[in-house]
């Protein structure tokens, strides 16, 4: 099973911006050292917690910075975008790093329907549109005329490269399953958003209708978890305390950068959420790497999935490279990414 890292870029209180940004670049170094197959970057605006805006430009800083680690948005908002500029945007990203970006295409907004506005005044009706929108930027990042008729039919996303950009379906709901599935393209459900809720519909959805394209032959899964480990099932409980406070607040409409894990606990005493608090954590795929590594096999088995990706906030960004070492460790990443540049 193939493992990856999604990054969201999150607040952190009291850090800038700017470190913030600069340490999911760090990330992704640390990640293709680990032997991380991909390294995502997610796309939201106006977010007073994940402030990762612009995967695209942040993807062409860490191809500059890395080798082997495929390199991809999670994903890109199409119906904030003409789907042409897109694919010249990631054709130059393939042409700084042959051969190892991945193109990750959703519908949902990434923000509010304001900020959606502001992006695109028109971004309900290219909604509509998506399906027709993802089949022409198919073709253009893979240098194929779209269909005939088409006005833009014989216009050339440039730079014209030897390799192309893998491109996947995210999602949350049968909708993605089923576009990816006729499209014939790869598909990753978002289990941290919905908590498993509708995946495994939506997983054998893709899988029975998937038809075969000229680049994937047979269907490929691929799931993303939010996932935290430590060296002791109590030290990676105080740390999701940063997470689950954020997101009980977030149920009652608060919003912000993550909080350390003392101030978690207190906010999670002062409010009286312990009983929240709890049950999110006796749900959640978190704990010591022998539990936590035990409950993404059950999970990978359960449901045939090819690969994972997992998503990690931690208030201090030790502990979160800490845990993404102790995963790569507990999966044999190194091994792996060892025995596969012996192969090549």
Not at 288 to 293: G, P
């Amino acid at each position: 099973m193939q493992v990856s890292i999604l990054e969201q870029s999150v607040s952190v209180e009291g850090k800038p911006h700017s470190i913030t940004i600069q340490e999911s670049i760090n990330l992704a170094i640390k990640a293709e050292q680990l032997g991380f197959k991909r390294f995502w970057v997610s796309e939201h605006h106006n977010h007073p917690t994940i402030v990762g805006s612009a995967p695209e430009i942040l993807m062409a800083a860490i191809a500059a910075q890395t080798k082997t680690i495929r390199i991809g948005s999670a994903g890109i908002m199409l119906p904030h975008y003409a789907p042409f500029k897109i694919a010249e945007q990631f054709k130059v990203l393939e042409a700084i790093a042959p051969n190892r970006i991945d193109l990750g295409l959703g519908r949902a907004p990434g923000s509010d329907g304001r900020t959606a506005l502001a992006l695109n005044p028109n971004s309900r009706e290219d909604s509509e549109q998506f399906p027709s929108n993802v089949r022409d930027l198919i073709a253009w990042v893979s240098n194929e005329k779209l269909l005939e008729g088409h006005p833009f039919r014989h216009l050339v996303a440039q730079p014209e490269t030897k390799t192309n950009p893998e491109i996947w379906m995210l999602g949350t709901s049968n909708y993605g399953a089923q576009l990816a599935a006729y499209l014939g393209i790869p598909y990753c459900f978002a289990h941290f958003i919905t908590d498993g809720q509708g995946m495994k519909n939506a997983i054998d959805l893709y899988k029975s209708e998937f038809r075969p394209s000229k680049n994937l032959k047979k269907p490929l899964v691929n799931v993303c978890l939010w996932a935290l480990t430590a060296n002791t099932e109590k030290e990676a409980k105080y740390l999701f305390s940063s997470r689950a406070a954020w997101k009980i607040g977030r149920n009652f409409g608060h919003l912000a950068p993550i909080t350390d894990p003392d101030n978690a606990l207190n906010i999670i005493s002062v409010n009286d959420w312990e009983k929240e608090y709890e049950f999110m954590y006796n749900k959640s795929m978190v704990g010591d790497i022998n539990l936590v590594y035990d409950k993404i096999n059950v999970l990978v088995k359960d449901n045939d999935i090819d690969e994972i990706a997992i998503l990690t906030w931690c208030h201090n960004e030790s502990d979160r490279i800490k845990s993404y070492e102790l995963f790569a460790k507990s999966f044999n990443l190194n091994s792996k990414s060892n025995l596969q540049k012996t192969c090549l």
